[in-house]
Nanobody, 127 residues
Framework: QEQLVESGGGLVQAGGSLRLSCTAS????????MGWFRQAPGKEREFVAG????????VYADSVKGRFTISRDFAKITIDLQMNSLKPEDTAVYYC????????????????????WGQGTQVTVSS
């Protein structure tokens, strides 16, 4: 069964760092662009960062640009999100997802274009 599992969330003070990891099982998703999304209480799910299936291209939301870095390890079948200089407004449940279309040439930001989702991991940033 195809599955994505996130880990690495937790409680951190403002200015701190966390590293989220998304591990795939059942299939490698090596031909899918991958994305990280987040959803805060009462808000819509929003795009955070995405990486192309080749690993050669990354896209970031303006709110995290310069602070977050997405990467993928093809050997370990993981997609990581390094989060630095965290702010209270980064507090949310973070989800890993795979693009529903393989080998797409652009990294899309609409969550409706992602078909495979993990269960999410909570990130809480205290002020």
């Amino acid at each position: 069964q195809e599955q994505l599992v996130e880990s690495g969330g937790g409680l951190v003070q403002a200015g701190g760092s966390l590293r989220l990891s998304c591990t795939a099982s059942g299939r490698t998703f090596g031909r899918n662009n991958m994305g990280w999304f987040r959803q805060a209480p009462g808000k819509e799910r929003e795009f955070v960062a995405g990486i192309a299936w080749s690993g050669s291209r990354t896209v970031y939301a303006d709110s995290v640009k310069g602070r977050f870095t997405i990467s993928r390890d093809f050997a370990k079948i993981t997609i990581d999100l390094q989060m630095n200089s965290l702010k209270p407004e980064d507090t949310a449940v973070y989800y890993c997802a795979a693009d529903r279309i393989q080998l797409r040439t652009i990294v899309v930001v609409r969550y409706q274009e992602y078909a495979y989702w993990g269960q999410g991991t909570q990130v809480t940033v205290s002020s």
